[in-house]
């Protein structure tokens, strides 16, 4: 029997998808585990390994919107029959395209014309103006019927223009349901970022000069929350450690992809896997388990001259830490007026689960942990995880 290629459901918010392009050409051998198409989730763009090995006997959607569980091909030996694949409303592929009643049963793949990518086809005159403006025509979103690129995409792209993406309506709707469903609390503190200040300088004097002031900030989170499992979703610790979530601007949108095990890591390590996830996160290139299992979610707008903002809990964590920029401004100490460094730091949590109280504490741990992170940086040269 042949194997049905299935639209996963990559992520919790996740209700349907768009086909980008197919990576293999109907009637080609596969491997399992081979990526076998690009598909487009409410929260990024991943690659769709083959869930097994065999012929591609048939591709049913070559590009454009599916749904989760729709059955987009099949996988299996060269002589297999391959049933009539279905869409959610019941009509096959060839129903909707023609409005004829399908046969129940289709013996012989029939090879897909031209291209092996689908979703890649071109008006020739896109074709000719990309190769004129020497534009990688895979790189172009097409807004033509079934996705076919043409001529004004092309200049678009060589203007650099945006193109909405069909997720936005998705991710709308998962805010939408986090703001309604979860009572929000919200916690403020104007944090003494003097010290960060000093660690980040410390960094760049050890060699590591790559790391930010967002790296220190995730270091730091990653440290505190095992004090404060509350803050978690289910109220406890993964045994592999702080799922920590990050935000990411990108062209389209903003994503929040995943350092697995961050308090384990290092602020070498730590620093690098967000250099790695956000340029994937830029590059429209995460996978469905970089986005998956956060536990809680940092959110910085200080590089944007932002000193105060009110982020929402990203359901079904259940806790978000804003943090604006880094400001020096008159602070009396010991009774003398001096110039500090300072921070706005904001703690949104879901009240069902969080209490003002805990929120504070944790505000108040986070800030003793930023304090001992220059001393940290210059005894091991590295902030290592706990």
């Not at 279905?86 to 909707?96: R, V």
């Not at 092996?116 to 103006?129: D, H, M, N, V």
């Not at 004090?227 to 406890?236: I, N, T």
């Not at 702080?242 to 994503?255: K, Q, R, Y």
Request: glycine share 8%; proline share 8%.
């Amino acid at each position: 029997m042949p194997t049905p290629i299935l639209v996963p459901k990559a992520t919790i918010s996740m209700e349907q998808g768009t086909i980008l392009r197919w990576c293999k050409e109907q009637g080609e051998i596969v491997d399992i585990d081979e990526v076998l198409l690009e598909l487009e989730t409410d929260k990024a763009v991943f690659e769709l390994p083959a869930p097994a090995s065999g012929t591609l006997l048939r591709i049913d959607i070559p590009s454009g919107g599916v749904a989760v569980d729709q059955v987009v091909g099949w996988i299996g030996a060269p002589d297999e029959e391959v049933p009539v694949s279905k869409s959610p409303n019941g009509e096959s592929p060839n129903d909707m395209a023609s409005g004829q009643q399908p046969a129940a049963v289709q013996s012989k793949p029939t090879p897909l014309q031209g291209s092996a990518a689908p979703s890649f086809a071109a008006t020739p005159a896109a074709r000719r103006l990309a190769r004129e403006r020497g534009i990688d025509i895979q790189t172009v979103q097409g807004t033509g019927p079934n996705g076919r690129i043409t001529q004004e995409d092309v200049e678009r792209a060589s203007a650099g223009e945006r193109v909405p993406l069909p997720s936005r309506a998705a991710l709308i709707r998962h805010v939408t349901e986090a703001w309604q469903s979860v009572p929000h609390i919200h916690i403020a503190r104007l944090v003494d970022a003097g010290q960060l200040v000093e660690a980040r300088k410390r960094a760049v004097a050890a060699g590591i000069a790559a790391i930010s002031y967002t790296d220190l900030i995730l270091a730091s989170v990653a440290r505190v929350l095992p004090q404060f499992p509350a803050l978690l979703p289910d109220g406890r610790l993964s045994v592999n450690g702080v799922a920590l979530a990050f935000a990411v601007e990108t062209e389209a949108d903003v994503v929040a992809p995943v350092i697995a095990g961050a308090n384990r890591l290092s602020l070498r390590e730590l620093s690098q896997r967000r250099r790695e996830l956000g340029a994937l996160a830029r590059a429209h290139r995460l996978k469905p388990e970089h986005l998956q299992g956060g536990a809680f979610t940092v959110t910085n707008l200080g590089m944007f001259d932002v000193d105060f903002f009110a982020p929402i809990v990203n359901a079904p964590q259940v806790a978000i830490l804003a943090v604006g920029r880094i400001v020096p401004q008159p602070v009396v100490e010991a009774g003398a007026i001096e110039i500090g460094w300072r921070m706005w730091a904001n703690l949104a949590a879901d009240h069902r689960q969080v209490d003002g109280v805990l929120a504070a504490r944790f505000l108040s741990a986070w800030q003793q942990e930023l304090n001992q992170i220059p001393e940290e940086l210059h005894e091991t040269n590295g902030f290592p995880h706990r």
